[in-house]
Structures are given as structure tokens and as C-alpha cells.
């Protein structure tokens, strides 16, 4: 089984732009499709981006579409999520996680997967 670290987070402007890191060891990356969720205080954790195995396919939530960009490196075994044009409402702790067993893209309920990283947090100013 992976484990997963999150890096990458901080206090952004708005219009501002980050991007989180998620490094993997343990077992083959390669085998876990991946996603990203985040958490609000006082929200139910909440589907963000996910892709499969090879990084081809890619499914983004509504919010997010156009202004964030989910990719994997399996050589360095790291996903990453570019985040553009940062909103107030974007603020969260962001989480990556793994599933394992799945072909294509991962399920978007956070309950379907496997493995988490502790998180890392986003703040963005008005």
C-alpha cells in the first residue's frame, strides 16, 4: 500500500495560483488511480479532480474546470494539482488520495478510496 504526503499549500491572493505536490512510496504508484478532494471547515469533504493510472484521463468538479489542472509524474511518483486563478471560496484543506483496482479514471466519492495524505492547506484572500 502507498503512502501519501501532500505538500505545496499556503496564503494566496486571489487571482493567485499555486500548485500541490502529492509524493507516493511504498507500493507501485503506477497501479492507483488518483484524486484530489478538499475539505472546508464545517463541509463534507468534497470531490475536486481525479485521473487514471497513466494520467491520461482526467475529470474535473464544475468549480474547478478551467482553473485547475490535475497531472502525474510515474517516474517520480507524484501527482500534482496546479491551481490558477484562486477564489476566496477555493480555501480548504486539499487531500490527495489513491484507489487501487481501478481502470480508468478514479470514482469521485471520497469514501471509494483507499489511501489518504494528511493534508495541506489553501488560503486565499479577498
Known amino acids: 500500500q502507498v503512502q501519501l504526503v501532500e505538500s505545496g499549500g499556503g496564503l494566496v491572493q486571489a487571482g493567485g495560483s499555486l500548485r500541490l505536490s502529492c509524493a507516493a512510496s511504498?507500493?507501485?504508484?503506477?497501479?492507483?488511480?488518483m484524486g484530489w478532494f478538499r475539505q472546508a471547515p464545517g463541509m463534507e469533504r468534497e470531490f475536486v479532480a481525479i485521473?487514471?493510472?497513466?494520467?491520461?484521463?482526467?475529470y474535473y468538479a464544475d468549480s474547478v474546470k478551467g482553473r485547475f489542472t490535475v497531472s502525474r509524474d510515474n517516474v517520480k511518483n507524484t501527482v500534482y494539482l496546479q491551481m490558477d486563478s484562486l477564489k476566496p471560496e477555493d480555501t480548504a484543506v486539499y487531500y490527495c488520495a489513491a484507489r487501487a483496482g481501478v481502470y480508468g479514471l478514479g470514482p469521485q466519492s471520497p469514501g471509494e478510496y483507499d489511501v489518504w495524505g494528511q493534508g495541506t492547506q489553501v488560503t486565499v484572500s479577498s
Open positions: 485521473t487514471d493510472r497513466s494520467g491520461v484521463l482526467k
Open positions: 511504498g507500493r507501485t504508484f503506477s497501479y492507483y488511480a
